[in-house]
């Protein structure tokens, strides 16, 4: 079995001893003694003999377990306040070369953790800037309602954790996330009364949703950078693109998931990003890729 770290979850465990039973299925051998009607004019029934070798169990859909419905919400340290809104920082953008040159297309792109991923949509950077008073505008006529201070707090927080530094792929990102909540998304269906889903901060704490805030099974959220939230220039350039980009998105986009190959690790499932890419309204932008 897999290591795992001490835990109260009996899931883990379990899971586990699935997968080894299902690998030990498949080796099994036997030989069944029948009674058979074969096709002669007579119609004799004769013994017979079939072999077999292994069993194979096919995986079906299931809901996520009762225990992982609702988990105590998580909330991200960010506040939004606390970010400085000067119209332009330019000591932080040098710091960030993604940041620096209206329209260019750079090669790769930084995840607010550090790591370079692919530009695989070619997606050209802009250098958009917003205080968060703009920003938060923009969000709440998108998403058609006023939001509170921790769901604007939550929002970018997670937009910082889940999208490269690219604009356009943070506009997206905070888009499919708001469209969740105008809908009441829930991972069994809208508006599915064994979960919460009246605010961004219900729809980012769903179960198996958002990994930078509930983790997989065996790395337990939140991240550090969901709770720290983005500095001063990545949260300039994330309440740019609320101002600026945010309005052009479509409102039926509800998912995303990196298109990075190697973001997939234990716990994860990468068939979900081969299910997007085959979907025909699929839209690869910066490292991330959309659909719904």
Known sequence: ??????????????????????????????????????????????????????????????????????LPKVSTKFKVDDAPTRVLFIEDYNLE?????????????????????????????????????????????????PITDTEMNDLISITYAEATTNQTERA??????????????????????????STITDIINQPFQYQPVTGTRFNPGPVANFLNGPNSANATSIYGAAAKILKDVPKAYTDFTSNEAAAYGPGTNINYLYRLRAKPESKIIGGTIFAY
Not at 174 to 179: D, E, Q, S, V, Y
Request: include cysteine; proline fraction near 4%; hydrophobic fraction near 35%.
């Open 97 to 145: 070369n993604e940041l620096r040159g209206q329209g260019v297309i750079y090669d790769n792109l930084k995840t607010s953790s550090g790591a370079t991923v692919k530009n695989y949509g070619s997606t050209a950077q802009t250098t958009f800037v917003a205080t968060n008073i703009e920003a938060r505008k923009a969000i709440e006529v998108y998403l058609g309602r």
């Open 172 to 197: 997206w990102v905070m888009a499919t996330i708001l469209n969740r909540t105008r809908i009441g998304y829930t991972p069994n269906g809208i508006q599915n009364k064994k979960y919460n889903f």
């Open 1 to 70: 079995m897999s290591i795992i770290q001490p835990n109260d979850k009996q899931k883990i465990l379990v899971e586990d001893f699935i997968r080894l039973a299902k690998d030990h299925l498949l080796t099994l051998q036997g030989q069944a003694i029948t009674q058979t009607t074969y096709s002669t004019a007579a119609g004799a029934i004769l013994p017979g003999s079939c072999f077999w070798n292994g069993y194979s169990v096919i995986d079906t859909p299931q809901p996520p377990d009762q225990n992982f419905q609702n």
